[in-house]
């Protein structure tokens, strides 16, 4: 390679470098902001319907989950959800809906190993982690505040 | 002017995770679990429900506010129990959601083939 060519392929890997990850990237910051914000819209949607009939915020909240859980098994049964997956990314995983479509994902894939071995066994592969971990985490921490805030003894 | 607020809050949290995702090494399912403990331990310091108070659906219905859902639900018990609350309570208000996604998860099965 003589200097001429190596200069043009020096110059040429430097305006790959710069031209290809950076859109991507913000692209990819954005249409999880649009979706995860959009869904979160939707969320919205539901818990203004459901607040006035909710005695408590807790029995909102409950149920605000509840129905974007199950719209997020709907979008996943329908083949619209993994769709959607693929192109926003942590925009639709982050939402309760994407812990939603782990688990009717993870039932649809794994009904072929039999519905007690395979369905039922597998349901929470993906999901099983964040329940896990949210509840040993939710335990300690309250814990804590029950004790130092003397709600135990 | 609650669904801008649940827009923009709602979306800078999975933006956030978007960002994670692209500049580490750390897989979804770790940053989703990374997100729920952050809900909870935010939840138990009592300064979740101030973005929930603030976002609405937009702090509730990322992952997130499913671990501050299971704090509020075990502190509401411990409340009414004491000490059993910190077993019951896990699924006080998460429950409804988990049922749901294992009744109609279940169905889904049943009812659609995967694609591919």
């Known amino acids: 390679m003589d200097k001429a060519t190596h200069d043009l392929h020096d110059s040429y890997q430097q305006m790959v470098k710069v031209a290809t990850p950076k859109p991507n990237y913000v692209k990819n910051i954005a249409l999880a902001f649009l979706a995860g914000g959009g869904i979160c819209v939707i969320g919205q949607l539901v818990y203004n319907l459901v607040d006035p009939v909710e005695p408590t915020s807790a029995e909102t909240a409950a149920i605000t989950l509840a129905t974007m859980i199950a719209l997020g098994a709907l979008a996943t049964g329908l083949g619209v959800y993994d769709w959607l997956a693929e192109r926003v990314g942590m925009g639709a995983a982050v939402p309760i809906t994407g812990f939603s479509n782990t688990v009717t994902a993870a039932a649809m894939e794994f009904k072929r190993e039999g519905y007690l071995l395979g369905m039922g066994a597998k349901m929470f592969v993906i999901a099983g982690p964040v329940l896990v971990y949210g509840i040993l985490s939710g335990f300690a921490i309250t814990l804590l505040r029950a004790v130092f805030t003397g709600m135990l003894f | ?116």
């Open chain 2, 1 to 116: 002017m609650d669904y801008l607020k649940a827009f923009l809050v709602g979306g800078a949290i999975c933006a956030i995770a978007q960002i994670i995702h692209d500049n580490t090494e750390l897989s979804p399912a770790h940053i989703l679990v990374g997100l729920v403990m952050v809900g909870a331990v935010l939840g138990g310091l009592g300064v979740y429900d101030l973005l929930v108070d603030f976002a609405g659906a937009g702090a509730l219905v990322p992952v997130s506010g499913f671990g501050n859902a299971i704090v509020n639900g075990m502190l509401n018990e411990v409340k009414r129990l004491g000490w059993e609350g910190l077993f019951t309570g896990a699924f006080e208000i998460t429950g409804l959601g988990v049922t749901t996604a294992i009744i109609f998860g279940a169905l889904m099965a049943v009812l659609f083939r995967p694609k591919g």
